[in-house]
T-cell receptor
Framework: GAVVSQHPSRVICKSGTSVKIECRSL??????MFWYRQFPKKSLMLMAT?????????EQGVEKDKFLINHASLTLSTLTVTSAHPEDSSFYIC??????????????FGPGTRLTVT | GENVEQHPSTLSVQEGDSAVIKCTYS??????FPWYKQELGKRPQLIID?????GEKKDQRIAVTLNKTAKHFSLHITETQPEDSAVYFC????????????FGTGTQLKVEL
């Protein structure tokens, strides 16, 4: 149980285009999902907290107009990187928290999406 | 906000030896401390966690200790095996912080034969 998927696993796009990444909780409902960015050999940096049915909460320094987050259902959150540039190339990982109870704090991570902007 | 420091950044041990990774946190209101193992290009996997009302927790070869007074917690791996080689991250959750986790900088553990 507690599986989180991400799609796509890898994507290459041209500079100036937009890319959408999906994060799904497969066997549980998640009112809250989190989006992280990870550079090679670096830690996970929280970008934003995605809240079902409401606006995302962005961390300081993260441009909300560049990284659009939509959490329209209890099992799906999307991150859209708009007008991508090479410096946006990174590993993007989402996580989700089970809303139904159980261990209240654990976050389940998706497999990540490797974005390369050329 | 919370700040988590992690040491060492790299750790090399011989198979069968023990490995210890240490983290400190800044906000005494943090109440949950998970440890994740991440293999190259893969998702972080929770290996053990501890809440602030507990001082120690053990799961087979893995243990975590928490010193709330000093605001530090440690991961202990005994009888290390080559498959333990990975990057390990500690994290802290701030009470009232919306379940956000602040991660440490990671430790690259290499278990040598």
């Amino acid at each position: 149980g507690a599986v989180v998927s991400q799609h796509p696993s890898r994507v290459i796009c041209k500079s100036g285009t937009s890319v959408k990444i999906e994060c799904r909780s497969l066997d549980f409902q998640a009112t809250t999902m989190f989006w992280y960015r990870q550079f090679p050999k670096k830690s996970l940096m929280l970008m934003a907290t995605s809240n079902e049915g409401s606006k995302a909460t962005y961390e300081q320094g993260v441009e909300k107009d560049k990284f659009l987050i939509n959490h329209a259902s209890l099992t799906l959150s999307t991150l859209t990187v708009t007008s991508a540039h090479p410096e946006d190339s990174s590993f993007y990982i989402c996580s989700a928290r089970d809303s139904a109870g159980g261990y209240p704090y654990e976050q389940y991570f998706g497999p990540g999406t490797r974005l390369t902007v050329t | 906000g919370e700040n988590v420091e992690q040491h060492p950044s790299t750790l090399s041990v011989q198979e069968g030896d023990s490995a210890v990774i240490k983290c400190t946190y800044s906000d005494s209101a943090s109440n949950y401390f998970p440890w994740y193992k991440q293999e190259l290009g893969k998702r972080p996997q929770l290996i053990i966690d501890i809440r602030s009302n507990v001082g120690e927790k053990k799961d087979q070869r893995i243990a975590v200790t928490l010193n709330k007074t000093a605001k530090h917690f440690s991961l202990h791996i005994t009888e290390t095996q080559p498959e333990d080689s990975a990057v390990y991250f500690c994290a802290a959750r701030l009470t009232g912080g919306g379940n956000k986790l602040t991660f440490g900088t990671g430790t690259q553990l290499k278990v040598e034969l």
